[in-house]
């Protein structure tokens, strides 16, 4: 099983700000099966990007995914009042899914 | 466009079992697979196991095998979640799931609204 390990666990920042959130894995994500979400309190998750780099549907282009083999990086390049929530990696690569325990960002 | 009802939250005692609903919408359900992730309060989320409907198979996370049962029914398009031998580290909300990419390396677009278990005596 791929362990995945995100940091910081927790990021304060400022609307505008460019953030930067980070996601390893124990062992290489193969053809970049990694996903980001985004989740708010008492809602589900928000898929934002798949493949390490594509955008879900409808998702501002102020968010990008980056890397490859066990470093991964979202992006949010200005943050807006809505960004401020807490954000899952995913990796697919093998046969059993699993998720970084999440970064909360926070202003 | 898809969209994925689960049944509502339910309290049960510790031993027993809980059987979740997802209805889904949109598209052609025996194409799709599914997913079971459940967050218990305050924590990340975990992935339980999928189902590939079209294949017939079930994949399970090593520490559910055994007390997971994940099934559909095409008939009404709906997937299902069984968990046994409940203890009070299964209080979470579980979520249904459908699978994008390839089958049996999925990840998650559509997402059910959450069905809150709590395991209380």
């Known amino acids: 099983e791929i362990v995945l390990t995100q940091s910081p666990a927790t990021l304060s920042s400022s609307p505008g700000e460019r953030a930067t959130l980070s996601c390893g894995a124990s062992q290489s994500v193969n053809r970049r099966y990694l996903a980001w979400y985004q989740q708010k309190p008492g809602l589900a998750p928000r898929l934002l990007i798949y493949?390490?780099?594509s955008r879900a549907t409808g998702i501002p282009d102020r968010f990008s995914g980056s890397g490859s083999g066990t470093d991964f990086t979202l992006t949010i390049s200005r943050l807006e009042p809505e960004d401020f929530a807490v954000y899952y990696c995913q990796q697919y690569a093998d046969s059993y899914p699993s998720f970084g325990q999440g970064t909360k960002l926070e202003i | 466009q898809v969209q994925l009802v689960q049944s509502g939250a339910e309290v049960k005692k510790p031993g027993s079992s809980v059987k979740v609903s997802c209805k889904a919408s949109g598209g052609t359900f025996s194409r799709y697979a599914f997913s079971w992730v459940r967050q218990a309060p305050g924590q990340g989320l975990e992935w339980m196991g999928g189902?590939?409907?079209?294949?017939?198979?079930?994949n399970y996370a090593q520490r559910f095998q055994g007390r997971v049962t994940i099934t559909v029914d095409e008939s009404t398009s709906t997937a299902y979640m069984e968990l046994s031998g409940l203890r009070s580290e299964d209080t979470a909300v579980y979520y249904c799931?459908?699978?994008?990419?390839?089958?049996?390396?999925?990840?998650?677009?559509?997402w059910g609204q959450g069905t809150l278990v709590t395991v209380s005596s």
């Open positions: 799931t459908r699978d994008y990419g390839d089958y049996g390396n999925p990840y998650f677009q559509h």
């Open positions: 493949d390490a780099s």
């Open positions: 189902i590939i409907p079209f294949f017939g198979t079930t």
